[in-house]
Structure formats: C-alpha cells, structure tokens
C-alpha cells in the first residue's frame, strides 16, 4: 500500500532554535522502515522546503496520509495539513501522530483527522496499513484514538514498550533529496541519530518524562555502529539523556573506536550531574568527534532556581559539568529557563551567573506549561483559550509580573549576552571565520533571523497583535506553588 508521511511546515519558527536548526523527521524514517518491512511503500515529504501536501498526495495516491505532530505549536499547521489533504483526497485515511500528538491529543480530535496514534509509530502505523489493506476497522490497532462521525473512542494500549530494536535502522534514503538543506548553525548538511529514547528523570517543565513515564529505552550497540557508519560527519544525536547509562555508554564509545569511526561533529544533550560523574566516560568519547558539543539543561542560576523546577541537581553539577567538559575540549552550550513570574532582580542573577561562569553559549526559553505535563494542567484555567503557536517558548501565556513591555525588555537583553548576538562578544566576523566561504550567504541568513530574538520589539509586536485576538491572563491568576 501507498503510503504517504508529511512533516509539516510549522509556521512559526520567528524565535527559538527552528531556523538554526533544521533537522530530518528521523520518527517519519523509522516509521517508513517499519512499513517496508511489512510490504507496504512509503513515501517521506517534509513540507519545510515549500512542497504542497495535496501534490504529493496527487502523486503518490495514497490510501493512508501520516502527518507529524511533534511540538505543541504545530498543531494548528496539522490540522491546516489534514483539511488540505481532504480535499484533494477525500477517500484517503489520514493519522496523526509524534510527540505533542502522543502527549496531549484533544487538539487534534477534528473531523479533518481519522486517528491519532498517541503511542511511538513503529508498530501501530504498520498495523493500521495492514488493517486498511484488508479492509478492516481501525479498532484493532493498539494505542490509537479513532474518531466514528463525530465520537472518538480509544483502542487498546500497548502491554510493553516497543523495543528500539523492533526496527533497527530508519529509511534515510527517503530524504536523501533534502539532506543538503539539513543543518544546525556551522554545520551542513547534518545527521539526526537515535541511540536511546526516554529519560527517567522528572523536571516540572518537561513533556518527555511524562510522555514515556520515566521509562528509557536503548538501541543495541551493534544497530547503532551502523548507523554512525552509514551517516555523514556531522551529527545531532536526538537522546534526551546521552550518557545516561555509563556502562553501555562506555561499550558504545569502544565500539565505535574500534570501527575507526570518527566525525567531523556531533553534539549531544545530557545532564550536568551526570557529566559531573563521569569525567572518564567523557573522556573515552572525546576522540570520536573533531568539534563535539554538549546541550545541558542548566535552567537556573541558584540551587533555589533548580530546585523549584525539580532538577534534583544543584549549581554545583553545572559548574563542575562545565569544568569537565571545557577541559576535555568539549563545547560547552545550554538552555536557561526565564519564568514571566521573575523581578528584575531574578534577571540580574541569571546575566551574574552566565557572565562569572562562560555560559555565553546558552539560550533562554520562556518558561512554558506544555500539553501533556502537570503544570499545564494545573494552569489550565489561566491558559485557556491561547493559541497554540505560542508555544513556542518566545511567547508569554499569561501577564508577565513586571509586565510584557518590561518584561521583554529584559528578556531580549538576556539574549544580547548570547553568543548569537552578532553585536555582542562573537561579531558576525567571527563567526564567517569558521566556515567554507560557500556556506557564508547560508549563516548570514540564519544569524540575520536569529538577531529578533535581541529585540524587545519584535517579541511586543507579536504579543500585541496576539493580544487582540487573545489576551492572557494577569498575573494574579498564577496560583502560588
Ligand atoms: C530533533 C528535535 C527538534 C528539531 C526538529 C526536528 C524535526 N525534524 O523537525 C529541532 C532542533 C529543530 C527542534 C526544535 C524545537 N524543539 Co524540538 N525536539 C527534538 C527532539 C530532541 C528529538 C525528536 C526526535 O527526532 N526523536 C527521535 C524520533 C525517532 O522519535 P519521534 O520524533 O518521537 O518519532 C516517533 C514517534 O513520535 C512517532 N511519530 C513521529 N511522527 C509520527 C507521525 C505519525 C503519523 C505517527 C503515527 C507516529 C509518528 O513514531 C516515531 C517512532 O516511534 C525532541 C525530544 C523528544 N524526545 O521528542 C525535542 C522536542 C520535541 N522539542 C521540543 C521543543 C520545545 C522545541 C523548540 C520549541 C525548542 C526551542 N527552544 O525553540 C523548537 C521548536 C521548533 C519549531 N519552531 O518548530 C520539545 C517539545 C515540547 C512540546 N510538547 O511542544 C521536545 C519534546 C524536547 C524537550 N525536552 O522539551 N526540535
Ligand atoms: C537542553 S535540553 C535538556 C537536556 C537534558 N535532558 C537536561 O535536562 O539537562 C532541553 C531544554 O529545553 C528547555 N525546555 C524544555 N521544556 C521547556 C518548557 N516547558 N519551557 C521552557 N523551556 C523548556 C529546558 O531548558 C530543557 O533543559
Ligand atoms: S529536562 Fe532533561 S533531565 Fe529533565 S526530564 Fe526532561 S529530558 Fe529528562
């Protein structure tokens, strides 16, 4: 069966990492693998590179459309996706499915939708090809939500986790077309790796841990080795937690030495407790890359900071991650989190603490209640009826405390202490230094997208124009705690 796989053009990608870091659907690989395996024919379109969904659909007639939900601020696109879709196909199924569409689906419950898969893909999309190839309902398949008329019902959920293992290697051949599009700053084109998925830690914020219920699940060693082989020198490795278990981390690292493989550039994220622990193991991954890069989730500049977001890591375990990492020649990089609820002084902590300890690599996002998490929940009465755009963690849900003027003036100065700010500390000079001369209209692009996020006014006028179709909440209906 012809079957077609769409990541969907966001459409909000005005802030935050989406315009430097633009990366391959590897969920939609792995779901294609998947689908071979069982005799049907995919088909991988990412709609970011300005393709039209119904022309695909014209041209690979296909009795079953997957779209990608994978953030929270896509969902208004996926539906726009699915009705155009419809049109040019009525007769066709059409699933949806990713992360944000497994952890909080109700947006996504509309008549231009048939299912939503709120499980991982590699056994429920197979399974619903099989069931429309032998023309039967959808009632079968584990982990769907399936809408009859009007009623959505949900069908049985799955007993174990599906093992990584089930589909060792994505169907990379699939977006081979785009690969020189895909890239993540100095680097083009890039690779997206899976090693693990999951992470058992609980950060308040965090959408992961609840989707997968603390659980983490590894990749063998053998199915990784390969797919580090069979990738180019540059690469993203999507875990959550990489290096979260030291003694297969550690077997991983030998594994790939032993092969000789070796990159131009990878860049992992992980915690920095667990870097803090591990400085050996960090040291056995070094030779693996020329330039490798850590993503940590530092959050905060006080223990008091971290604990209010149950990191369960205290500042100590940044600074000593920092020191390790730094030592061993690895790039340092990171997120702080900014909450709408902070006074001025909470800004000056933060600039006070990336400044004594080099932390001009990170970024700053607003702290966000997503679908699918406790505090969204929680919060659910205050963030009612805000569009699901904002999401995007460059938007405020609610009435910052200093309010939005004030309070995104001192955001956009936050992130003039970046490194991206190309009239900071690292000038757009320096940054053409390290690339080939052919990539220089390439990041002058990115790094011209990337300098709104230094300007208060580009954060306001959006808020504003918001504001008037959905104005937030004030202050005062925070709860407390
Ligand atoms: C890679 C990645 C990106 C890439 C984009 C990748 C892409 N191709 O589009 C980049 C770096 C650009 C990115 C950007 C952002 N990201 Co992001 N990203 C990830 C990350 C780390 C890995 C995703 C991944 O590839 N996993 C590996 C594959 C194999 O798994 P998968 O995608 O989940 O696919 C499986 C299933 O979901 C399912 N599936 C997937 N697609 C489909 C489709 C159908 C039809 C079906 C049935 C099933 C299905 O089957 C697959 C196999 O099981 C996730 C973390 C995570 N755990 O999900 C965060 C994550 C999704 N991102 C997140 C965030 C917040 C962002 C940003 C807002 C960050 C920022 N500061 O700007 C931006 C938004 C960008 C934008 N404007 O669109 C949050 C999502 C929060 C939310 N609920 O909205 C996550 C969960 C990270 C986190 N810890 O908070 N991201
Ligand atoms: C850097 S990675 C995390 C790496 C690693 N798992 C860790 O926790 O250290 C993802 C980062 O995105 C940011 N983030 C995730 N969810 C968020 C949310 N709901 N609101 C704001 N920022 C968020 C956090 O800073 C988080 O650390
Ligand atoms: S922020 Fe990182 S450590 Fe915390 S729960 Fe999410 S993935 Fe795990």
Not at 174 to 188: A, D, P, T
């Amino acid at each position: 069966m012809n079957v077609l796989l769409l990541r969907p053009d966001p459409g909000n990608e005005r802030f935050g990492l989406g315009p430097f870091f633009r990366v391959e659907p590897l969920g939609l690989e792995y779901v294609a693998a998947a689908l071979r395996a069982r005799g049907h024919a995919p088909t991988i379109v990412d709609l970011r590179f300005g393709d039209s969904a119904a022309r695909w659909v014209r041209r690979t007639r296909p009795a079953l459309v997957g779209i990608s939900c994978m953030h929270a601020l896509e969902y208004g696109r996926v539906l726009e996706t699915a009705r155009e879709i419809r049109r040019a196909s009525p007769g066709t199924t059409i699933l949806v499915g990713g992360h944000a569409a497994a952890a909080y689906p109700s947006p996504l419950q509309a008549p231009e939708v048939d299912a939503i898969c709120v499980d991982d893909g590699e056994e429920v999309v197979p399974a619903v090809a099989d069931a429309l190839a032998a023309r039967r309902g959808l009632g079968d398949v584990p982990a769907l939500l399936v809408r009859d008329g009007e009623a959505w019902s949900a069908t049985r959920p799955f007993e174990d986790r599906t093992g990584l293992d089930s589909v060792p290697l994505p169907a990379r051949d699939l977006v081979e077309r785009h690969r020189n599009s895909y890239h993540c700053l100095l680097f083009k084109p890039v690779w997206l790796v899976e090693t693990a998925r999951g992470c058992p830690f609980r950060c308040s914020f965090c959408s992961v841990w609840q989707l997968y219920g603390r659980s983490f699940r590894e990749r063998s060693i053998g199915a990784v080795v390969e797919d580090f082989e069979r990738v180019g020198d540059a690469i993203f490795v999507a875990d959550d937690l990489f290096w979260n278990h030291p003694e297969r981390s550690r077997e991983l690292a030998r594994a790939l030495l032993a092969k000789g493989i070796r990159k131009r550039w990878i860049l992992v994220q992980t915690r920095t407790d667990l870097v803090s622990r591990h400085a050996d193991l960090l040291a056995e991954w070094r030779p693996i890359a020329k330039d490798f890069d850590i993503f940590f989730g530092l959050e905060a500049a006080s223990d008091a900071g971290l604990a209010s977001v149950t990191k369960d890591a205290g500042v100590f375990a940044s600074l000593e991650a920092a020191r390790i990492a730094r030592e061993l020649h690895y790039g340092v990089t990171g997120n702080f989190l900014v909450d709408p609820d902070w006074d001025e002084a909470r800004f000056r902590e933060l600039w006070d603490f990336v400044a004594a300890n080099g932390f001009q690599r990170a970024g700053y996002t607003i702290l966000t209640p997503l679908p699918g998490t406790e505090l969204f929940q929680k919060l659910a009465p205050v963030l009612e009826g805000q569009p699901w755009w904002k999401y995007d963690m460059h938007h405020v849900l609610w009435e910052p405390r200093l309010g939005a003027k004030r309070f995104f003036e001192l955001y956009a100065e936050t992130w003039r202490r970046s490194i991206l700010n190309t009239s900071g500390e690292k000038s757009w000079l320096d940054w053409m230094r390290q690339i080939k001369p052919s990539q220089i209209p390439y990041l002058t692009r990115v790094l011209a997208r990337t300098q709104r996020m230094m300007k208060a006014q580009a954060y306001l006028k959006e808020h504003e124009e918001a504001q008037r179709v959905s104005p937030v909440a004030p202050a005062q209906a925070i709860p407390a705690s």
